[in-house]
């Protein structure tokens, strides 16, 4: 079945890094586009990040844009999102997600989802 788990989330200080990976199995990860996520506490999921199956084309949500980096290794079939220069409204839960069809930012483009890394910028 269709797998993808999150790692690399935690507390670090505001102007810090971080690293996401998610490591997908269960399908042919080459084959699909991926993205990111993320939800802060008391607000809607939103777009981070997306990626094509060869890297071609790669989006960002403008609030992360020259900050954060989306990239993807199909040999190991992981997903990766670095994130430098965080601040507090970078606090939230960070999800990997396949994507489907449509647009690329919508949510019901993608249809499978990971559990959730937390990240927790402290200023």
């Known amino acids: 079945q269709v797998q993808l788990v999150e790692s690399g989330g935690g507390l670090v200080q505001a102007g810090g890094s971080l690293r996401l990976s998610c490591a997908a199995s269960g399908f042919t990860f080459r084959d699909y586009p991926m993205g990111w996520f993320r939800q802060a506490p008391g607000k809607e999921r939103e777009f981070v990040a997306a990626?094509?199956?060869?890297?071609?084309?790669?989006l960002y949500a403008d609030s992360v844009k020259g900050r954060f980096t989306i990239s993807r290794d199909n040999e190991k079939n992981t997903l990766y999102l670095q994130m430098n220069s965080l601040n507090s409204e970078d606090t939230a839960d960070y999800f990997c997600?396949?994507?489907?069809?449509?647009?690329?930012?919508?949510?019901?483009?993608?249809?499978?989802w990971g559990q959730g890394t937390q990240g927790t910028v402290s200023s």
């Open positions: 997600a396949r994507r489907r069809t449509g647009s690329w930012g919508a949510i019901p483009s993608y249809d499978y």
């Open positions: 990626i094509s199956w060869n890297s071609g084309t790669i």
